[in-house]
């Protein structure tokens, strides 16, 4: 099924962006100008497919490493972005994102979630779906370079609730 066709701005917001190669993976995406905080940059566009047309399409077991253009709208269904008119689909991860991924109305749009300087590449948190153990983290290593780096564009692993001491009330902190 193909991902029903919008009339966009995509040529004013292509003014906003440009693309050029990342040091952070193959090519990403550099505001051109200052963008503001709420300021919505680019929708990320593509083939609305079921999950399991996702699985056929990127087969990761014979990837090195993880790379897919795949965009989760909701349990069966996500959007693969693999298509020459969506330049949404070279945003990098990043750990410390200036850009978030909104969904509205089963579109996906990506707004600046802070001021963001001309040159300055634009990245969102991917939170990908954790699979597997330890092992898995080789494969989705982060290379966002951020001080904050959680080291995988992995969603951060959920920490497990410390059992209270008897007696003792729980710190409230939830881990
Ligand atoms: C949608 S593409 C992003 C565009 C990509 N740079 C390109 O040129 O194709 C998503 C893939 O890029 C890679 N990627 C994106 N952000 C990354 C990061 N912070 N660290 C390592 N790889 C990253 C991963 O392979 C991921 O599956
Ligand atoms: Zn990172």
Redesign the pocket.
Same mark, same amino acid.
């Given at each position: 099924m193909q991902q029903k066709k919008h009339s966009t701005s995509r040529g004013r917001s292509k003014s906003l962006y440009e693309i050029r190669k $990342?040091t @952070?993976? !193959? =090519? !990403?995406v550099f505001a051109r100008r200052r963008l503001r905080p709420g300021q919505k940059i680019i929708e990320y566009t593509g083939d609305l497919i079921p999950n399991d047309e996702a699985d056929r399409r990127y087969d990761e077991e014979k990837m090195k =490493?993880? /790379?897919?253009?795949l965009f989760t709208l909701d349990d069966d269904r996500c959007i693969d !972005?693999n298509v020459r008119t969506n330049d949404a =689909?070279?945003?990098?991860? $990043? #750990?410390d994102p200036n850009c978030e991924a909104i969904i509205e109305d089963e579109r996906i749009w990506i707004y600046a979630l802070r001021n963001i300087q001309p040159g300055v590449e634009l !990245?969102y948190d991917?939170k990908y779906e954790r699979t597997g153990g330890k092992e898995m983290e080789k494969f989705y290593? #982060? /290379?966002?370079g951020s001080p904050k780096c959680r080291g995988s @564009?992995m969603a951060p692993a959920k920490r497990r609730k410390k059992k209270s001491a008897p007696g003792k009330r729980n710190s409230g902190t939830g881990v």
């Open positions: $990342s @952070i993976q !193959g =090519r !990403g =490493r993880h /790379h897919t253009f !972005g =689909r070279l945003i990098n991860h $990043s #750990c !990245g991917y290593v #982060c /290379h966002c @564009i």
